[in-house]
């Protein structure tokens, strides 16, 4: 029998075509047709972006299981899921390559302003200027907020480009030669480059706000592959305009797609569309995961990658 799942975060059409073709009926949470269709609902299927609130639980009698397509889970009210016997899957390990691939081009792009350089050949300004001397990326010393999986390819790359490394997180690791700091404000304060990689969510909301800005100073520049949510973003904002740190590179926005105007207009700064596990090959290997996680769940076998909370849960 056809087993209805819920799509709750638009998914790309190579994955809606995927679940079609596994014979899903998927319905569109936006778009609800039939109202019946919410108490036949079995699973919720959605991106790192996805919302699933308590609320939205209330409404689906039937859900068991709710499958990430993304590492990040922030936006699913696990303890509420949990409260009702709902396990949460997500797909970590698949995209850790890109993401810290683009932390890297991201830092290489603020640190040698590469997208202003570009902009300066488009425009002509070459013609009758010189490109201003920009900071070298490597042998500089780069802080990593948060060593998981992702903080740890990136520190394997910037090794390549002779960095020092150094890293806080909720404690040091016995098997890591890098420096550890015990807090994001110490970490700032000994780096250049001050990537974030820890996990969205109300623990890591605002941790860097003014004091670890003022501990990177006019000479440190930050990176953002994480969650807008972990950047106090109008201090930043503030930060930026008053040359407090010498710039930042963000994948990620309070409110994205909808971007603050002012961050926008600076030229200390270089944006992209929350595309670090944006390729072809990721996101393919994403929507594979997340299709197990449900196939594993329907046929009752051993989920393949539950989140942490859910580890010793499964059925
Ligand atoms: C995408 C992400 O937003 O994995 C995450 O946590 O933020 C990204 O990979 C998204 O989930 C793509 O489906």
């Avoid at 972990?230 to 930026?240: F, H, I, M, S, Y």
């Avoid at 030229?267 to 197990?292: G, K």
Wanted: charged share 20%.
């Amino acid at each position: 029998m056809a087993q209805e799942i819920l799509q709750v975060s638009p998914l790309p059409p190579f994955m809606m075509k995927a679940l079609q073709e596994a014979d899903y009926i998927v319905h569109d949470h936006t778009h609800i047709k039939d109202p019946g269709a919410l108490s036949k609902v079995t699973a919720i299927v959605g991106t790192g972006a996805a919302k699933v609130d308590k609320k939205l639980l209330m409404m689906l009698p039937h859900v068991k299981l709710i499958a990430i397509c993304g590492v990040g889970y922030d936006g699913v009210d696990v303890a509420a899921a949990i409260e009702k016997g709902i396990i949460v899957t997500h797909t970590p390990g698949v995209l850790t390559d890109d993401v810290a691939d683009l932390a890297i081009g991201l830092m290489l792009s603020i640190g040698r302003r590469i997208p202003q350089a570009d902009k300066f050949v488009r425009n002509g300004d070459w013609v009758d200027d010189v490109f201003a001397l920009t900071h070298k990326v490597s042998g500089a010393r780069l802080g990593i907020l948060g060593m998981g999986r992702i903080g740890r390819a990136i520190a394997k790359r910037a090794s390549a480009f002779d960095m020092r490394i150094a890293y806080t997180g909720r404690q040091a690791k016995a098997d890591l030669p890098y420096d550890f700091y015990k807090t994001p404000v110490e970490l700032a304060a000994a780096v250049d480059y001050l990537v974030v990689a820890v996990t969205g969510g109300g623990d890591t909301q605002k941790l860097i706000g003014a004091p670890v800005l003022q501990a990177l100073g006019p000479k440190g520049y930050l990176i953002n592959i994480a969650r807008g949510s972990v950047v106090d973003q109008p201090v930043l904002v503030q930060a930026l305009k008053d040359k407090a740190i010498a710039g930042v590179a963000l994948d990620v926005f309070w409110d994205e797609p909808v971007i603050d105007p002012e961050l926008r207009r600076l030229s200390n700064v270089v944006l992209t569309p929350h595309i670090a596990s944006a390729t072809v090959e990721t996101r393919q290997a994403m929507a594979a995961l997340t299709l197990d996680n449900l196939q594993a769940f329907y046929e009752r076998k051993v989920l393949p990658t539950p989140v942490p909370e859910c580890q010793s849960l499964e059925t």
